[in-house]
């Protein structure tokens, strides 16, 4: 009896343990079910929208576009998020070793899920690690975004996770997935990506040139870059870095002695930010940036988009060279600065600063210009603000910062807006463009002295009369029309063009600006001392027209450009930009070619949308443009851009703008150019294979020097010049000519004349040969 109430009851627990075996297993299918009812509601999108096939193929990302210089250097990029993609095969291994070591160390062998760390992220409620996998990451960064704080939300962007990085792993491999990762993530700062951030945060350098430590200190920033900030948190990023470090011993990347002197050094952060108004060649970005708008609207995509250079990843190559660039703007900065210094000086006691020979009426119409065009007024304007309130706002002091020549071009101080409209327009600022005749190629552009205070461009927006660098024009008509040699003399006396002539209204007898007359002089020691008598007899000789006709076929804006006389003596307004391509017509032999600043652009899978095509026209004979140079090589020779070719400096050593240490002893053709007032100075300088143009004055013409000494072109301009082509020349990779002009094989026209006349005698070192307009 005993024995079979014991049956009965062994029998009943056997029953009772596998009812209970049925109800886990049941209840573990059931789990099992709801999970990949779960996973299969999320792949259908109904936890949500799910990203597509296509756009998993194409993930919609910002990128930047690109600029480089024709020698390969970043010059800069245009973005609504500083992106630029890279390939796999440009990720240095240090760099994916410190991600999958930090990251996802099992990286290699899962398919976007990393069961062996979910499992402990569960067990441990992750305490002991996450389970989020690189696949994972880049799903959130690409799909799903930062995780909601209501608990179901969360657990669904989780499983949308999940589901979107298996298909990942399926649409890429696992190269590509690394690449995507360090591709999409927003390092803070401007640096979107890891290209950006390596570029950012250490001096301008690429992935590829990154140190190990380097390396560890952006993958780092991956667990939170704002607070891994390197400019923040410098105790922090150090910290993190170690960690990585540590990670890369642990999966043994890099050996224990190699962790321990990396986690010694100090974290080394070379900050350059990359924005649209700093770095290398920020004026000659501005124009591109208009000219790649205009180019998009006239090129759409193949399915009718225009393109958009914020966004869309276009690569654009260039023509500049950024060492060439680079000199440019050294050469600018260094001369303006000293330039600065010595007009504040002269300033000092202008009752009128820093204006001058104006009256009150012109002083205070000036200002009401600079007012209504001013930002404040146009923002208070819209905000529906009376002018009365407007204008009495220029009159309280306000702080701000401004442009000064120190190191970091800017100061703060407390002044009143209308103080501040004068004490920009007190500054004196430069264009400068440097071209290759041969080619077109713009290898330089300096459109100002900073672009962050100066909007104004000046080497292509800018208009500005050209005095005296005009003058080749003339004498380049003359010789292509009537044969004339350099040798050929004329009377140096005063020369009236009557009036009913050539658009003169009434008699014309211009001056030559040191007022000395007599004696005949040959056309080459006119142009070189820039002779306005001879100019006026030239004109007279073959009427403005020819001239004008030269200037169109040169590549210039002749609608404004009247046919009088008096365009001889450079009463025109011209651009640096025109000025330079005409200039390399004399050394290309007579050819024109238009310039080039971009010559090539692709989109961001390599695809060529644009190649650039040469567009040349033949303008004069060969001869007739070597005749000019050899004319302009006066210049340099006894003229008014002798000092290139001396070496000399002045009685007191503070006065560093008139010196000329330059003494180069190549063939230099060109001129300089200084119009009325000193308003504007020029200098236009030609070597065989590039042609080089600056200008200097300042935004008003009513501001400049008080006197001739200083306020010449070959005072302004052409230090410039001097300091930039020293610079290129110590650069023999650049291969900029130090030879002579090549000779046409025929040249029928004499230019061997006699310099050692008494026309003619050298300059000594130091003597100023001045000119100026005079109408």
Same mark, same amino acid.
């Given at each position: 009896?005993?024995?079979?109430?014991?049956?009965?009851?062994?029998?009943?627990?056997?029953?009772?343990?596998?009812?209970?075996?049925?109800?886990?297993?049941?209840?573990? =299918?059931?789990?099992?079910?709801?999970?990949?009812?779960?996973?299969?509601?999320?792949?259908?999108?109904?936890?949500?929208?799910?990203?597509?096939?296509?756009?998993?193929?194409?993930?919609?990302?910002?990128?930047?576009?690109?600029?480089?210089?024709?020698?390969?250097?970043?010059?800069? &990029?245009?973005?609504? $998020?500083?992106?630029?993609?890279?390939?796999?095969?440009?990720?240095?291994?240090?760099?994916?070793? =410190?991600?999958?070591?930090?990251?996802?160390?099992?990286?290699?062998?899962?398919?976007?899920?990393? =069961?062996?760390?979910?499992?402990?992220?569960?067990?441990?409620?992750?305490?002991?690690?996450?389970?989020?996998? @690189?696949?994972?990451?880049?799903?959130?960064?690409?799909?799903?975004?930062?995780?909601?704080?209501?608990?179901?939300?969360?657990?669904?962007?989780?499983?949308?996770?999940?589901?979107?990085?298996?298909?990942?792993?399926? /649409?890429?491999?696992?190269?590509?997935?690394?690449?995507?990762?360090?591709? *999409?993530?927003?390092?803070?700062?401007?640096?979107?990506?890891?290209?950006?951030?390596?570029?950012?945060?250490?001096?301008?350098?690429? #992935?590829?040139?990154?140190?190990?430590?380097?390396?560890?200190?952006?993958?780092?920033?991956?667990?939170? /870059?704002?607070?891994?900030?390197?400019?923040?948190?410098?105790?922090?990023?150090?910290?993190?870095?170690?960690?990585?470090?540590?990670?890369? $011993?642990?999966?043994?990347?890099?050996?224990?002695?190699?962790?321990? +002197?990396?986690?010694?050094?100090?974290?080394?952060?070379?900050?350059?930010?990359?924005?649209?108004?700093?770095?290398?060649?920020?004026?000659?970005?501005?124009?591109?940036?208009?000219?790649?708008?205009?180019?998009?609207?006239?090129?759409?995509?193949?399915?009718?988009?225009?393109?958009?250079?914020?966004?869309?990843?276009?690569?654009?190559?260039? +023509?500049?060279?950024? %060492?060439?660039?680079?000199?440019?703007?050294?050469?600018?900065?260094?001369?303006?600065?000293?330039?600065?210094?010595?007009?504040? &000086?002269?300033?000092?006691?202008?009752?009128?600063?820093?204006?001058?020979? @104006?009256?009150?009426?012109?002083?205070?119409?000036?200002?009401? %210009?600079?007012?209504?065009?001013?930002?404040?007024?146009?923002?208070?304007?819209?905000?529906?603000?009376?002018?009365?309130?407007?204008?009495?706002?220029?009159?309280?002091?306000?702080?701000?910062?401004?442009?000064?020549?120190?190191?970091?071009?800017?100061?703060?101080?407390?002044?009143?807006?209308?103080?501040?409209?004068?004490?920009?327009?007190?500054?004196?600022? =430069?264009?400068?463009?440097?071209?290759?005749?041969?080619?077109?190629?713009?290898?330089?552009?300096?459109?100002? @002295?900073?672009?962050?205070?100066?909007?104004?461009?000046?080497?292509?927006?800018?208009?500005?009369?050209?005095? /005296?660098?005009?003058?080749?024009?003339?004498?380049?008509?003359?010789?292509?029309?009537?044969?004339?040699?350099?040798?050929?003399?004329?009377?140096?006396?005063?020369?009236?063009?009557?009036?009913?002539?050539?658009?003169?209204?009434?008699?014309?007898?211009?001056?030559?600006?040191?007022?000395?007359?007599?004696?005949?002089?040959?056309?080459?020691?006119?142009?070189?001392? +820039?002779?306005?008598?001879?100019?006026?007899?030239?004109?007279?000789?073959?009427?403005?027209?020819?001239?004008?006709?030269?200037?169109?076929?040169?590549?210039?804006?002749?609608?404004?450009?009247?046919?009088?006389?008096?365009?001889?003596?450079?009463?025109?307004?011209?651009?640096?930009?025109?000025?330079?391509?005409?200039?390399?017509?004399?050394?290309?032999?007579?050819?024109?070619?238009?310039?080039?600043?971009?010559?090539? *652009?692709?989109?961001?899978?390599?695809?060529?949308?644009?190649?650039?095509?040469?567009?040349? %026209?033949?303008?004069? /004979?060969?001869?007739?443009?070597?005749?000019? *140079?050899?004319?302009? $090589?006066?210049?340099?020779?006894?003229?008014?851009?002798?000092?290139?070719?001396?070496?000399?400096?002045?009685?007191?050593?503070?006065?560093?703008?008139?010196?000329? #240490?330059?003494?180069?002893?190549?063939?230099?053709?060109?001129?300089?150019?200084?119009?009325?007032?000193?308003?504007?100075?020029?200098?236009?300088?030609?070597?065989?294979?590039?042609?080089?143009?600056?200008?200097?004055?300042?935004?008003?013409?009513?501001?400049?020097?008080?006197?001739?000494?200083?306020?010449?072109?070959?005072?302004?301009?052409?230090?410039?010049?001097?300091?930039?082509?020293?610079?290129?020349?110590?650069?023999?990779?650049?291969?900029?000519?130090?030879?002579?002009?090549?000779?046409?094989?025929?040249?029928?026209?004499?230019?061997?004349?006699?310099?050692?006349?008494?026309?003619?005698?050298?300059?000594?070192?130091?003597?100023?040969?001045?000119?100026?307009?005079?109408?």
């Amino acid at each position: 009896m005993a024995k079979t109430q014991s049956n009965k009851k062994e029998k009943k627990e056997k029953n009772s343990f596998r009812k209970y075996i049925g109800i886990f297993w049941k209840l573990f =299918a059931l789990g099992i079910v709801l999970i990949v009812a779960i996973f299969l509601m999320a792949g259908w999108g109904m936890l949500g929208e799910m990203p597509s096939f296509e756009q998993l193929e194409n993930p919609e990302t910002n990128l930047a576009t690109e600029v480089f210089s024709s020698d390969a250097q970043t010059l800069g &990029k245009y973005y609504n $998020e500083n992106r630029t993609p890279i390939k796999y095969e440009e990720l240095p291994s240090n760099l994916i070793n =410190a991600l999958v070591a930090t990251e996802d160390v099992r990286y290699y062998n899962h398919s976007g899920i990393d =069961a062996k760390g979910t499992i402990r992220a569960v067990a441990y409620l992750g305490t002991n690690g996450g389970a989020s996998t @690189i696949s994972q990451q880049l799903a959130k960064q690409l799909f799903t975004g930062v995780r909601s704080r209501n608990i179901f939300e969360a657990v669904t962007q989780k499983v949308k996770e999940w589901v979107i990085a298996v298909r990942l792993e399926r /649409s890429y491999t696992k190269q590509e997935i690394l690449a995507m990762y360090f591709n *999409i993530y927003d390092f803070n700062n401007n640096a979107v990506g890891i290209r950006s951030a390596s570029r950012i945060y250490f001096g301008g350098k690429d #992935p590829q040139e990154l140190k190990v430590e380097e390396a560890a200190v952006l993958v780092g920033m991956f667990k939170n /870059s704002s607070l891994y900030n390197p400019r923040r948190n410098p105790e922090g990023v150090t910290n993190r870095r170690n960690v990585v470090l540590k990670q890369m $011993e642990r999966a043994e990347f890099i050996t224990e002695q190699e962790k321990d +002197s990396l986690q010694a050094l100090p974290l080394e952060i070379d900050y350059r930010p990359e924005s649209h108004q700093s770095g290398l060649a920020t004026y000659f970005r501005m124009y591109l940036r208009d000219f790649l708008k205009d180019w998009a609207k006239e090129n759409p995509q193949a399915n009718g988009d225009t393109y958009n250079i914020y966004r869309d990843g276009l690569k654009v190559y260039t +023509s500049i060279d950024s %060492r060439m660039q680079t000199y440019a703007e050294e050469a600018v900065e260094e001369h303006m600065r000293n330039l600065q210094r010595e007009f504040d &000086k002269q300033n000092v006691k202008n009752k009128t600063a820093p204006f001058r020979k @104006i009256s009150s009426d012109e002083r205070d119409r000036i200002m009401e %210009r600079a007012m209504k065009n001013s930002v404040r007024w146009w923002e208070m304007k819209n905000k529906g603000i009376s002018e009365d309130k407007i204008r009495a706002s220029f009159d309280k002091k306000t702080p701000m910062s401004v442009f000064a020549w120190n190191e970091k071009k800017e100061k703060d101080t407390i002044m009143t807006p209308r103080d501040s409209i004068l004490y920009y327009k007190s500054f004196l600022n =430069a264009g400068m463009m440097s071209m290759e005749p041969q080619t077109g190629e713009v290898k330089a552009w300096v459109g100002g @002295i900073d672009l962050r205070h100066f909007k104004y461009e000046h080497v292509k927006q800018a208009r500005r009369q050209v005095g /005296s660098t005009f003058k080749p024009f003339v004498y380049a008509t003359a010789i292509d029309q009537l044969h004339l040699s350099p040798c050929y003399e004329l009377p140096n006396t005063l020369h009236t063009i009557p009036a009913g002539k050539h658009g003169v209204t009434k008699d014309w007898t211009p001056k030559n600006s040191g007022g000395k007359y007599g004696g005949m002089v040959s056309l080459k020691y006119a142009l070189a001392n +820039s002779l306005n008598t001879i100019t006026s007899r030239l004109i007279d000789k073959i009427g403005p027209e020819p001239v004008i006709d030269l200037l169109d076929k040169l590549g210039m804006d002749t609608r404004n450009i009247d046919p009088v006389a008096a365009i001889a003596l450079g009463s025109v307004d011209l651009s640096v930009f025109e000025m330079v391509s005409a200039y390399s017509t004399f050394a290309n032999k007579g050819v024109y070619v238009k310039p080039v600043i971009v010559t090539r *652009i692709e989109d961001k899978n390599g695809t060529v949308l644009y190649q650039h095509v040469p567009e040349s %026209r033949d303008v004069m /004979s060969e001869e007739a443009a070597y005749v000019t *140079i050899n004319l302009m $090589e006066g210049v340099t020779q006894g003229g008014s851009g002798t000092r290139l070719k001396t070496t000399w400096s002045p009685p007191y050593f503070k006065d560093v703008v008139t010196g000329h #240490p330059y003494a180069f002893k190549n063939p230099i053709a060109g001129k300089t150019g200084t119009t009325q007032n000193q308003s504007d100075g020029w200098f236009m300088g030609i070597v065989p294979n590039l042609t080089t143009g600056v200008w200097v004055g300042g935004e008003d013409r009513s501001v400049h020097f008080p006197g001739i000494r200083y306020g010449q072109g070959a005072t302004m301009a052409l230090p410039i010049w001097g300091l930039y082509m020293k610079k290129v020349y110590e650069d023999e990779d650049l291969k900029v000519s130090d030879g002579a002009f090549e000779k046409p094989e025929e040249l029928t026209i004499d230019i061997d004349c006699d310099t050692s006349s008494s026309e003619n005698a050298a300059t000594e070192a130091g003597e100023e040969i001045t000119e100026e307009l005079d109408l």
